[in-house]
């Protein structure tokens, strides 16, 4: 492991304890950690990729890139506290992908791969990770939305939202809200499901925000340590 990288780790790390700290005593962190070792596994999503790229902002920013960067970081931090994970896609690349099919069969190929991922993991917990667009610029904020299906995904994206606005913005005043049953895979699982908005691409400020990979860090800190605690009950 080279030194930038080791650096990279550290700073992560240290990133973590400061926003678990702001929530709870030196003991309490340490509980958390330690309780953390379950049989769960987190199914980490990188919403979008390949041919659909998602939401684009106006400097052109593309939500399927900075979806996967903070997926990336998110599976990196979870790991060193112990949490097993998988990865729905780890690459650029959508799922399934067929290039003599029509747009619409590859985007149900695409859904369909990643509700097969989750059913094949033991004990999931699916956290999938997307960006926010909207006609009005004004509006910002990262928003957890949760499938109704499972007790645990509502207590989940609270926890997450709660530590997406103490980490990443304390002027956001969004709520976690159940997501739309016509969300396929929030329809259809039946673990502890969540969907991560961490931004509107459409607000300015935000899309500056969120095209800056140290960003990237903070919401990934942000989301491990609200998991870290759903875990561990604090």
């Known amino acids: 492991m080279g030194q930038r990288w080791k650096k990279y780790v550290l700073g992560c790390v240290l990133l973590v304890f400061a926003v678990l700290v702001a929530w709870t005593t030196g003991e309490q962190v340490v509980q958390a950690i330690a309780q953390n070792h379950t049989a769960r596994t987190l199914v980490i999503d990188a919403g979008h990729g390949g041919f659909d790229g998602g939401a684009i902002g106006s400097n052109g920013t593309t939500e399927q890139d900075i979806n996967l960067s903070i997926a990336k970081r ?3 931090l979870a790991s060193f506290f112990g949490v097993q994970t998988v ?7 959508a799922l ?13 190929s695409d859904i369909k791969a990643r509700q097969q991922v989750v059913e094949q993991t033991a004990n999931p917990v699916f956290l999938s ?4 667009k909207f006609s009005d610029a004004q509006y910002h904020g990262a ?4 499938s109704t ?4 995904g509502c207590a989940l994206a609270e926890l997450l939202q709660d530590a997406l606005i103490t980490g990443c913005d304390p002027t956001n005043k969004r709520q ?3 997501a739309d049953q016509s969300i396929y895979l929030m329809k259809v699982l039946d673990c502890p499901a969540v969907i991560v908005e961490c931004g509107f691409l459409s ?6 925000l969120l095209g800056n990979p140290e960003y990237h860090k903070k919401l990934a800190a942000s989301i491990v340590t609200g998991y870290l605690r759903y875990e561990s009950g604090v």
């Open 96 to 108: 399934d992908y067929n290039a003599s099919r029509p747009v619409r069969e590859n985007k149900v």
């Open 149 to 152: 299906n499972h007790a645990g």
């Open 143 to 146: 928003q957890v939305f949760y």
């Open 74 to 76: 998110v599976q990196l």
């Open 203 to 208: 607000n300015p400020a935000e899309e500056a």
């Open 87 to 93: 990865m729905t896609r780890e690459d650029t690349n």
């Open 129 to 132: 990770i997307h960006l926010n």
């Open 176 to 178: 976690a809200k159940p």
